[in-house]
């Protein structure tokens, strides 16, 4: 059977629960202790798929194609490990479930209510990915804010595992936030105490406290949260504002987080083994002497989270090129207006990533355009390939009007279009998800890359290359690097006589990792690094 580490929030949302059940896990693992990790998100959406970027972030996809919330990006980061569906559990999933079971008769005329049929089926599904991922110990982070009315139920099902499966099986870690106030110059507790205040009204007590804060906390402040909390001062702990987020596991473990928990579930702790990630901490504090600029162009970018594992894709790439990353955050929108000319006249390449409908497309077409004709080195991804399609099909193979149906329904030349089976299909569910294979073409910079003929990417899209334009697209110098096995479907192009001309129909972004940045983010910084150089 395995044992459960609960991550509650206290305080207020945004804390970074994620990060902290992610360093969990890492400093775990790096014991040998087979873990797995999930998170439960207390919205009704079944899942964030068709949620907007603006209040949701970014969409993560796993190996088996489910779309789940950032915060498995994450786990999967510092992990190193490929989650399921089974990882991601929604309020939306499990009252659709209840409700099939209801209309089937499953329950056999009850009354279908919160307790027992909604934390039972929680409970289920916390138990079924422990039991599939055959986990010694399973980390589940709970979504929101302890005292938010949409997280009660989780809360309950805690509650009630606790005592089902044997108190010495369950370690509850609650995250809170700790204020400094500088008219006072001191920290305030009253903010963590009204938290756990909250918790216990509802029948939980933490077992470690993970304060987060600007500023190491004092002695009389861990006293304080001891005292009033009623936990052992050896358990408050602190997790501080760090440049890197990979620093935080590192931070815990000198802390005793992962001793600690492994205590109270009774488990034997061993010396961790986080040489390679120590290395790899260090790479990124040590100080550059310069920075690469990368222009990422985008609609959503007023969020950064919309664009999260690109920018640690990016980070990655930067580590293990030994040199520093500056992100030049480009609306779309103001290229369409202001040109690139102006806009990307002192970035060193330019990222054009993935996205749904046609508001600040025109401005993406641009910012290939000029990436193409001034020898910047470009990567497009999804929707950014798609972009460099239309751009090229429209200025090179003199397409006039070429565009995708997605976006001009009547172009006479649709470059980008529809899969056949997805015609009349919304969106929502429905699309090109999950992990596919490419075989990339011998001789072109993808193959150099990846140093394989056969990559397995994950994919979040419904619109592809038209294969009626091709050849004609190919006859003109449109590379076609890598294509589905069958050869039915173009997963990635690029250009000859470019410093790095490179667009992919998937999101490498997905599966690139601290210690192994992904090969393509790993190419794109390493020529945006030559032009830097090449400039000094």
Known sequence: MSHYVFVTGGVLSSLGKGITAA?????LKARGLKTTIMKCDPYLNVDPGTMSPYQHG???VTEDGAETDLDLGHYERFMDVNLSRHSSVTTGQVYSQVIQKERRGDYLGATVQVIPHITNAIKDMIIRAARINDAQVTIVEVGGTVGDIEGQPYLEAIRQMRNEIGR????????TYIPFTKSLGEMKTKPTQHSVREMRAI???????VCRTQKPITSEVRN???L????DRDKVLEARDVDCLYEVPLMLEEQGLADKTLQKLGLETTIPDLDSWKEMVSLFKKK??????????GKYIKVADAYISIMESLTHASIHNDLGLEIVWVPSEQIEKEGADKLLADVDGVLVPGGFGDRGVEGKIESIRYCREKKIPF???????QCAVIEYSRNVAGLKGANSSEFDPESPYPVISLLPDQNGVVKGGTMRLGVYPCRVQEKTAGYSLYKTSLIYERHRHRFEVNNEFRNLLANKGLIMSGTSPDGQLVEMIELENHPFFVGCQFHPEFKSRPNRPQPLFYGFFNAAAKVRAAKT
């Open 23 to 27: 360093s969990l896990g890492t400093i």
């Open 58 to 60: 970014e969409v993560f």
């Open 168 to 175: 010495d099986k369950v370690c509850n870690i609650h995250l």
């Open 203 to 209: 029948g939980l007590t933490p077992d470690i406290i």
């Open 224 to 226: 304080k949260i001891s």
């Open 228 to 231: 009033f909390c009623d936990i």
């Open 288 to 297: 550059k002497s310069e920075k690469v600029r990368i222009a990422l162009v």
């Open 379 to 385: 990567f497009g991804i999804c929707l950014g390939m």
